[in-house]
């Protein structure tokens, strides 16, 4: 099993940034990829950001530009900046992995294990 422990939400306003946080334990060798998905209220899921352990990287349309995806192999640690943040930015954020050697998608689906979210409000 993984376990996925998120940090580094908050409340901003319009414009600002945050920093999010993934720490991933403890079998991480089974982690081909992983992603940042967000949730407002009533709203689906949707992708944020993916990348795989070679360092390919995907974007939702909505986010390119403003948000980057990195990840610190070394630490098991995923990480995802968000610049120019917009009150459609508001959501529940969560981190996600998956054991699948394939590329990064922003598929629900495709990931397995999941964190418990941290919260990010933008204020206008």
């Known amino acids: 099993q993984v376990e996925l422990v998120e940090s580094g939400g908050g409340s901003v306003q319009t414009g600002g940034s945050l920093r999010l946080s993934c720490a991933a334990s403890?079998?991480?060798?089974?982690?081909?990829?992983m992603g940042w998905f967000r949730q407002a209220p009533g709203k689906k899921r949707e992708g944020v950001a993916g990348i795989d352990k070679s360092g390919n990287t995907r974007y939702a349309d909505s986010v390119k530009g403003r948000f980057t995806i990195s990840q610190d192999n070394a630490e098991n640690t995923l990480h995802l900046q968000l610049n120019s943040l917009q009150p459609e930015d508001t959501a529940m954020y969560y981190c996600?992995?998956?054991?699948?050697?394939?590329?990064?998608?922003?598929?629900?689906?495709?990931?397995?294990?999941w964190g418990q979210g941290t919260q990010v409000t933008v204020s206008s």
């Open positions: 403890p079998y991480t060798s089974r982690i081909y990829s």
């Open positions: 996600a992995a998956s054991s699948l050697r394939l590329p990064p998608t922003l598929t629900v689906d495709f990931y397995k294990y």
